[in-house]
């Protein structure tokens, strides 16, 4: 089962600030007798307050008011964790609350939802983003309401079946994740970077003019600044998947990248000012969305290891350091001249293609795989992006 979150706007209904409002008042009157007592065992809890809360608030009915200790013990659950060493959770009339299953009801055919509110159960419209629309989801889990400016969005926890995924593959596509080129694929095939690499220039620009100044107006402009770097950061990255994903490999190798750091080999290729310019590259967020983008197409992610993959030439298997030089790769003992992020990524495809070659005999049972000179890590599902 994969579990995604999907935002669907409500109408800004009173029936439903008032919701949020008395709610998060239950949560208050839950998180201060937990914190008295240093508990979040919801037993407790419930014994401790349930009647005070039903009292002190009998528009919230019972269903609602176990909801709100549910929260609570969360919030309590985290002091808990930092020994108590915290301040005292506090919710604002406006923070976001959280249902269960018993508190709402979504009839996603007839594109409506019914919810309880402190004025008994109301049924809303909703909308459900057309891009899921296409998924057969078994269950709702739960649902988070958020007010937000003069909006309330439900985020709805939604249960979607594995995809199949094709576990004896027998295309592979290597994935280089390069400098001057936000991927090279082993198919031949380049995605340039250069307007990525423009657009975070100029956040980097405007980041550094309004840190020089530290005023409070330019605090706040730098956190929209944030936002907005990482959301275009973020559509980039989708777009790069979609085009990786679409190819025609049933699987897709990458190199497995964890635990390097941006001071490491792979980004030393380049120049200082290319690496501070490529630091904060979301990586692996386009590791997480290619992985899930993939198996929902059913296509199988490998990650194997990044060991010599630009020092090795992929037509001979000769590694040497000096293969390389910038963004050309010259192999010193068969003179086969590629280049350079190409060549890793047909080194890339190779050990993929190798991982299944070996495991030929029996099922491959990839996990098992983990020969010395590389270590591949089968991608699974990431429960939610
Ligand atoms: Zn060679």
Redesign the pocket.
Known sequence: MMIRTIQCPLPLEQSLIDTVCVYNQAVQVVIDAGWELRSYNKNVLHAKTYAAVREQLPNLQSSLVQCARDMASASLKLAKKKGWQCKKPVKKPTSSIRFNQRTFTPFLESGTISISTIDGRKVYPIVIPSYFQRYQFSTVNAMVLKVKNDKIIAFLNIEIADPIVNDRPTSFLGVDRGINNAVVASDNTFLNSSHIKDVKYKYQKLRQSLQSKGTRRCKRKLKSLAGRERRFMTGENYKIAAWLVAKPFDCIVLENLKGIKTNSKKQKKVGKQARKRFANWAYYQLELIITNKALEAGKMVLFVSPKYTSQR??????VAKD?RHGAEFC??????SIHADLNAARNISERGKAVFGRAKVNRPNVARYDAAEFLPRIAAASPRL
């Open positions: 030439c992929s037509r001979c298997g000769h293969n192999c010193k003992q068969c003179g086969f």
